[in-house]
């Protein structure tokens, strides 16, 4: 039976092979360019890093327009942006179990330059992309530029802001999650206050459930140019962050009220269609126990970054989440975020430190913000969803902060831009943070938010805010850390401009902001 199905896919040719023939894969199966989505590198290494491209004629498809068989995809590596010098090439299958998805992890490379890759099929070619090797640990760097991003709610607004970060001179991009939003589709956008929003564009389909449907959402805001030509432009390093999954899930646990065994084949799907789509090395497969999100990368003897996990091993959020006043719940002993695993894989990572800085690059704010807007609120209020919430594991997190002594904190989740100081509880200062504010979620915003200052009044830790989109670019030096809070007017019309809004640093060894 499934012989002869594969026979009549192929048009019944007498000897039907498991793999299909690369002519036949090039002249009939593609009457459209399959490389819809673009290509990505990522997960760099001092000799390699990841490729990665999707067969995807039909993106929108839940088969995605290909026949249900291993295709072969053709893939070359070089040294010039036109790869007239190719230095490694191979094939690799693109298999209907990962969506035809390929993962290249190309080793043997030399550290600390460019190179420029492309994917074949056929006649069918990839644009060019380009992607960096790290420089060798322990080497000497005087100074990296990397920028963060995140946030990318298709329905919210275009991503320009990618167009720009494309642009930009950078050793990597660290994606801090929310890549998708899976809540979205609605015929219909209100906000928190019930006013109509208008669509800037829509995104296709209901809530995502199923494998197809996170797949759907993944090749819709993967058709997107400025979002494919970031990837084109810089490796990445991905995470996660909750509406990959659900929106404010952790551990098992659905935001709403569902059988923890339900939601964990819910969250498998969405962990499958997220390695699908993103430039990760194998490691990161979903398995049956979990997905290998968190993960190190040292750049020279200047940075080693630490890329964390604040979902998967986290214990639920306290007083029912939200933004609440604190119900007695949030200084429980036994709460996690990291889980004791990772915050072991932390501090040894700290400990052993080789390097001038360490990056940690993570999800939800550390800095323990009074969300308070009115003045008839009597108590603090608390975003439950972040490390506010979890005061036990917050300060074991911030005393090793304090203690390596040379820790910047970056972080996205909250939709526009902050910057502030962390202390522990004796108010010693442990790291500054500086939290990435959205690509598009949120829609277009304006320089402040009419809260902001009863925020500032309310939290004197915290010296900065901004609520436009962009991105954070971050300039390492010896001795001092530049993050430039790089924004954009609009994200209702493709002309939206670039700015610096500001640039805030932070002396080594000083975990004090500069303005
Ligand atoms: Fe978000
Ligand atoms: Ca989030």
């Known amino acids: 039976m499934t012989i002869i199905s594969r026979r009549a896919v192929l048009g019944g040719l007498a000897a039907a092979p498991l793999v299909a023939p690369s002519?036949?894969?090039?002249?009939?199966?593609?009457?459209?360019?399959?490389?819809?989505?673009?290509?990505?590198?990522?997960?760099?290494?001092?000799?390699?890093?990841?490729?990665?491209t999707r067969l995807c004629p039909e993106p929108l498809d839940p088969q995605g327009g290909m026949p249900m068989m291993p295709v072969e995809v053709d893939w070359a590596v070089g040294t010039d942006e036109e790869l007239r010098t190719v230095v490694q090439k191979g094939k690799v299958l693109a298999r209907p179990e990962l969506a035809h998805a390929v993962h290249v992890e190309v080793a043997g490379l030399e550290p600390d330059r460019p190179y420029w890759y492309r994917f074949t099929i056929g006649r069918e070619k990839t644009v060019i992309g380009r992607a960096r090797t790290a420089p060798c640990p322990g080497s000497p760097l005087t100074a990296l530029r990397f920028a963060a991003a995140g946030c990318q709610a298709y329905d919210d607004g275009l991503y320009t802001a990618y167009r720009h970060l494309a642009d930009e001179e950078l050793h990597f991009v660290f994606h801090y999650g929310d890549y998708i939003y899976e809540n979205r589709g609605a015929p219909i956008r209100i906000t928190r206050e019930g006013q109509a929003l208008p669509f800037v564009r829509r995104a296709i389909g209901g809530p995502?459930?199923?494998?197809?449907?996170?797949?759907?959402?993944?090749?819709?805001?993967?058709?997107?140019?400025?979002?494919?030509?970031?990837?084109a432009a810089h490796s990445w390093f991905v995470?996660?962050?909750?509406?990959?999954?659900?929106?404010?899930?952790?551990?098992?646990?659905?935001?709403?009220?569902?059988?923890?065994?339900?939601f964990r084949t819910r969250r498998a799907m969405a962990w499958q269609a997220w390695y699908e789509h993103m430039p990760v090395r194998r490691t990161s497969l979903p398995t049956a126990t979990g997905v290998q999100i968190y993960r190190r990368a040292r750049f020279?003897?200047?940075?080693?970054?630490?890329?964390?996990?604040?979902?998967?091993?986290?214990?639920?959020?306290?007083?029912?989440?939200?933004?609440?006043?604190?119900?007695?719940?949030?200084?429980?002993?036994?709460?996690?975020?990291?889980?004791?695993?990772?915050?072991?894989?932390?501090?040894?990572?700290?400990h052993d430190q080789t390097a001038r800085w360490n990056l940690i690059a993570q999800q939800v704010m550390v800095m323990r913000l009074d969300r308070r807007t009115r003045p008839d609120e009597a108590k603090p209020i608390a975003n439950m969803d972040s490390w506010a919430g979890y005061l036990a594991p917050r300060e074991r997190f911030l005393q090793a902060l304090k203690d390596a002594?040379?820790?910047?904190?970056?972080?996205?989740?909250?939709?526009?831009?902050?910057?502030?100081?962390?202390?522990?509880?004796?108010?010693?200062?442990?790291?500054?943070?500086?939290?990435?504010?959205?690509?598009?979620?949120?829609?277009?915003?304006?320089?402040l938010r009419p809260e902001a200052a009863r925020i500032r009044a309310n939290n004197p830790f915290l010296r900065y805010s901004n609520d436009r989109r962009g991105y954070l670019l971050c300039e390492v030096a010896r001795d001092l850390w530049r993050s430039h809070v790089r924004t954009i007017d609009t994200v209702d019309r493709p002309d939206g401009r670039i700015a610096t809004a500001a640039t805030l640093a932070v002396e080594h060894g000083r975990p004090r902001l500069q303005l």
Not at 32 to 51: E, Q
Not at 243 to 250: A, C, G, K, L, P
Not at 305 to 310: P, Q, V
């Open 239 to 262: 995470t996660m962050d909750d509406h990959e999954v659900e929106n404010n899930w952790v551990s098992d646990l659905s935001e709403f009220d569902v059988p923890a065994e339900l």
């Open 300 to 350: 020279g003897d200047l940075l080693d970054a630490h890329f964390l996990d604040t979902r998967q091993y986290r214990s639920d959020q306290p007083c029912g989440d939200g933004f609440e006043p604190d119900c007695g719940d949030i200084d429980k002993p036994g709460a996690q975020v990291l889980g004791p695993q990772q915050e072991r894989w932390l501090a040894a990572g700290l």
């Open 208 to 231: 995502c459930f199923s494998l197809d449907d996170y797949r759907r959402r993944y090749a819709q805001g993967k058709m997107d140019e400025d979002l494919q030509r970031a990837h």
């Open 23 to 52: 002519i036949l894969s090039a002249q009939q199966l593609f009457a459209v360019n399959p490389f819809r989505l673009g290509i990505a590198s990522g997960d760099p290494s001092p000799d390699g890093f990841v490729i990665w």
């Open 405 to 447: 002594g040379n820790a910047v904190v970056v972080t996205g989740d909250e939709h526009q831009s902050f910057a502030g100081e962390l202390e522990t509880r004796d108010g010693t200062p442990a790291a500054v943070e500086f939290v990435a504010t959205s690509i598009s979620s949120g829609g277009s915003g304006a320089d």
